[in-house]
């Protein structure tokens, strides 16, 4: 006997189910970052050749918006992973169990949905603070204030009650899916897009601190991802979050004043 209770091999399955198309999904968001990074802070001639140019037409655009979409996927979805395998677990045990993989994707469409929206609103702000000269080419702050307001202003959220909620719920995903709880695909969408807005709520202060370090400095978006995957999984995540709060309102402090 293997000593492999089916509990056991549901999750087993479902890991599959869940982490394979994950995994591939955030590889190849990287594959695609990590060449436009290099690129953007080396020749510029490559994989971010199209960045450096004074017509943003639509193509332009939405080249922006696409670079969005990728890199909020590639640092969002993997902290999704654990209220997805749970959710998958829990239909694959219900009436439906034989539609698992419809009700998963439809689970990471609405959290991916959010993100989206997201991504749509950060291209606007990207091109407005460009034109209002407070970003270099480079994507980066180019002005004391404006990057100090912004590190200020996440930290700040960072100790606030909204954002402590909004975390609470992605820290506890099978508390989130009891409450939110809804039958069918649909109801998979919803919940995805619901834990969507939950992760929003609680990380989308720290995605605008892309402004600061560069929206696509290969160190800054591996560290904010390692972060926001910390303070969603680790033991002590929440109260890392309250002192992270801290120590970014000390860092921008410290860049307005040097």
Not at 85 to 95: D, G, H, Q
Request: hydrophobic share 55%; glycine share 10%; charged share 10%.
């Amino acid at each position: 006997m293997s000593g492999i209770t089916p509990l056991e091999t549901l999750l087993r399955r479902d890991w599959w189910l869940v982490f394979g198309p994950l995994t591939l999904s955030v590889v190849l968001c990287w594959a695609w970052l990590v060449p436009m990074g290099r690129d953007m802070y080396g020749p510029m001639t490559g994989a971010s050749a199209w960045m450096m140019t004074d017509s943003w037409d639509f193509p332009h655009l939405l080249l922006l918006f696409a670079m969005w979409v990728v890199m909020m996927v590639g640092m969002m979805l993997p902290t999704a992973a654990p209220a997805l395998l749970i959710y998958a677990a829990v239909v694959r045990r219900s009436a439906d169990g034989g539609r698992t993989a419809a009700h998963a994707y439809a689970f990471a469409g609405g959290y991916l949905l959010v993100w989206t929206g997201f991504s749509l609103l950060a291209t606007v702000l990207q091109r407005l603070l460009a034109k209002w000269l407070l970003l270099s080419p480079m994507m980066e702050s180019q002005n004391r204030v404006f990057g100090t307001v912004l590190l200020v202003a996440a930290g700040i959220y960072q100790l606030t009650p909204f954002k402590t909620s909004c975390l609470e719920s992605c820290r506890s995903p099978a508390e989130f899916l009891t409450r939110h709880w809804r039958t069918g695909v649909s109801g998979g969408f919803y919940l995805g897009t619901a834990n969507g807005l939950f992760c929003l709520g609680c990380c989308w202060a720290l995605m605008m601190l892309l402004f600061v370090g560069g929206v696509m400095n290969l160190w800054w978006i591996s560290a904010l991802t390692v972060f926001v995957l910390l303070e969603k999984v680790a033991p002590y995540g929440m109260q890392g979050g309250r002192l992270s709060g801290v120590l970014i309102v000390a860092f921008g402090a410290w860049m307005y004043f040097h």
